[in-house]
């Protein structure tokens, strides 16, 4: 694509998403290490309100016009972003955001928090800073970290400014300051909270290594485990009229991509609970396929030797 190859030399190394050869995995190592080896301990948790759906065309041809000005592709631009939404037989046009599904909608909104966000924090917001602080950032979604208690302060006063000039709005109940320090000496500030944090669908909190260390535990998110768990329940339900080796395929094949993303170190239990839940789903709903009839544990766990399902593995192991 023509915006990758000119807008990749620029992009920092703080941004994970949609880039070829970084990952959300690879954000989640950072965070952590970050947090863990720097002692950057105080952590401002946002969370950007409808942010494809607010960005302003106006700022965005403005940023553009600094590195496109091919007519051609200037103008295909255009025609994505003033694209229609069918919505109830009625056709919109909006004058802000990009379009929802959009091949384009990623490269777009990774040159906007470019500029509004990453090359304003690295140029701009670090130099000024007492200790060390890190952004780290995948599409919309984005964690910074500091060294010290000032710095965070002065950061999360100025950033809700900062995102307004580009018609941005910090969402008020999903954006935190919070203190993360495995031991608060002294107490945690007032306009601080003292508890984990969700960021890549992981919920970061405290654990201690075999070593006895102080490290950041990386767990499955609530949310994530429950949202994924009643896609597996709905389908079951649904479907359970197929015949047991397509239901088998297609459980293997969630239990797959589960443990592909979730398998991290530190996260083993979770993924167990998952694959737990799910057999026991499975075993619900084969059990009411005939009325009257009875399917016992036993003869399940014969069925499941016969058709098993992938165990529990961690697949991203991080140092």
Known sequence: MVLEAVYEQD???????FRPGRSAHQALNQLSGVITVHRQ????????RKYFDSISHSHLREILDQRVTDGVVRRMIDKWLNAGVLEAGTLHFATEGTPQGGVISPMLSNIFLHYVLDAWFEGEVKPRLKGKATLVRFADDFVM???????????????GKRLDRFGLTLHPDKTHFIDFRPQRHGGTPPDCKAHSFDFLGFTHSWAKSRKGKNVVRQTTAKNRFARSLATVKDWCRTHRHLPPREQHAWLTAVLNGHFAYYGITGNIRQLQDFRYQVVRTWHKWLARRTRGWTFLWNTFNAFLARHPLPAARIVHRYA
């Open 145 to 159: 970290t500091f060294e010290t208690y000032q710095d965070a302060k002065r950061v999360m006063d100025v950033l």
């Open 41 to 48: 301990h105080w952590v401002l948790d946002v969370d950007i």
């Open 11 to 17: 992009f920092l190394s703080c941004s994970y998403g």
